[in-house]
């Protein structure tokens, strides 16, 4: 088993109510093949720059992370984003953003990248989605995650990319966005006509939602009294989710999966997220232990566990 | 066993992008008791008008609800409502209010209303819940909701208030603004410092979260696609949890409540909810049988389950 990933490698500048960092590794990819990698082998595919240095591979290498697909550009600067948060922790402000190396990303896939049986097409535009997933020949079973903005500019390339995948992650705001349909449950429902088999809406506080054919399934968040950076929370779940279905046997594809490993995926998934925004970037995920995460699993059980007599 | 509810009876006109009523029976109390009447014996406290006939008092007295501390006032007008929903349907937005009869409304509470064990403070002005709450001498446990327009601008009255009550009911919006706490978790420890050993955070859409010293407790909405009108929704979530309370025994005092019967409350709770917004104001759940609420709390248990091997 192995996972592939697709997406944003970067330097982050947060600032929250609970401190700041000026200049910290980030990117979708990286919070989700962190969060993966607890659960199975995972390969990143991105770009960086020149300044990205051995401090920031061996965040990835020291869990194990495959980098060699982690293209570095000559001349070239690593994607930055910088943002804030208001006490509403829900809400990123986007204070900059330099595209940098992604402004020209060609995904380059590399053997054994194409051979994973799982793959994860970050939020990266919606035509080189579709590229990745036609290169990686090896993968059974691909998921996707997006935002507004392609699915303000870029809906049909969206909704082509969306019908070639197994699995669609989004914010619940832009399922309803993507859908036109305001009812969660009749948006999840859309999306499946589209092609997905499985739909999970992401709810930032309030958790997550797992929508198929035959089955709807909602976890909520831990509520945390420290909750420090969200950033990549959404991308630390993902990893969670996928890592945790590939380690269960996903390569073999969706319809190998049963309803009760895709509940337990939600809640690793929600597991990762709820680590993630404990401390800035990747600090709480990097240094993670198995043993924690599986305590944690128990916790989201006791959250929500009641007897009907 | 009884349970007293003191609050609004009004009419409502109610438009939703699925139909529209222009004068249906409503009020915090009124959906508040009908949800509540499938667990106890429930009274009602509140003042109507001269418009308020046989027609209306029949969905309350068809559910066993007891109607004679519903004070009928002589020329007046019954309070009166009127709202819209867009398609996000969390929102709803006030088109008009006639306080009417409510403007004055003094309580009064009859020897039986008195003497009920548990005694819901409905939202209305802090100082008449204070003037409630200490008439209820026969209530061992009492619960209150109030709204952002008491925490501007009548404070300190309902702090007075929430320091004499067991159980305090609020939308998680309103628990932010109450503590000035954006951190729902630390919200509610610090509304337990304020006297209530019970704390619900209503969340809407997402469900509901119920925090005490030593438990945390959070369950979903269950994602229906159809969703008719949501009035009522959170007093329908109030009936049902206290309801069931007073049904396990709450009427002995807080401490007598074990964890898991608070945990089957907010199950019961969120599927009185879950019923309230299928239909318009009372429509759906004055027609239920006991039979449908059993089932909807088993789709609540197999909606959240998972098995952490």
């Known amino acids: 088993m192995s996972l592939t990933v697709v997406g944003s490698i970067a330097f982050d500048a947060v600032k929250t109510p609970f401190g700041e ?17 607890f659960f199975t082998d995972v390969r990143v595919v991105g770009p960086v720059g020149e300044d990205f240095g051995s401090d920031q591979l061996a965040v990835l290498e020291g869990r194990g992370v495959a980098t060699d697909d982690i293209e570095r550009i000559e001349g070239g600067e690593t994607f930055f984003w910088r943002g804030h948060y208001e006490h509403d922790m829900n809400v990123a402000h986007t204070d900059e953003t330099q595209l940098n190396v992604f402004e020209h990303f060609e995904p ?34 691909a998921a996707l995650d997006s935002m507004n903005l392609w699915i303000d500019i870029a809906r049909d390339s969206l909704l082509a990319a969306i019908g070639e995948i197994d699995c669609l992650l989004l914010n619940d705001a832009e399922l309803r966005m993507l859908t036109g349909k305001p009812n969660l449950a009749l948006a999840a429902e859309a999306v499946m006509e589209l092609g997905p088999s499985i739909v999970v809406a992401k709810r930032g506080e309030y958790g997550a939602a797992l929508f198929t054919a035959d089955d709807t399934f909602a976890i909520p968040a831990l509520p945390l009294t420290e909750v420090r950076d969200p950033t990549g929370a959404g991308d630390s779940f993902a990893g969670g989710f996928l890592g945790y279905l590939d380690g269960a046997g996903a390569g073999e594809g969706a319809a190998s999966i049963s309803g009760e490993e895709l509940r337990r995926a939600m809640a690793f998934g929600s597991t990762m997220a709820s680590f993630n925004v404990q401390d800035f970037g990747t ?13 944690r699993v128990g916790e989201f059980k006791a959250l929500t566990h009641f007897e009907h007599s």
């Open 21 to 37: 960092r000026e200049k910290m590794l980030g990117g979708s990819a990286v919070h989700f093949a962190l969060a993966a990698s």
């Open 108 to 141: 380059k896939l590399s053997e054994a990248s194409r051979a994973s049986e799982v793959l994860f097409l970050g939020n990266i535009q919606p035509d080189l989605q579709r590229q990745v997933r036609a290169e990686a020949t090896g993968a059974c079973f």
């Open 283 to 295: 600090e709480r995920v990097s240094c993670l232990s198995r043993d924690e995460i599986d305590a």
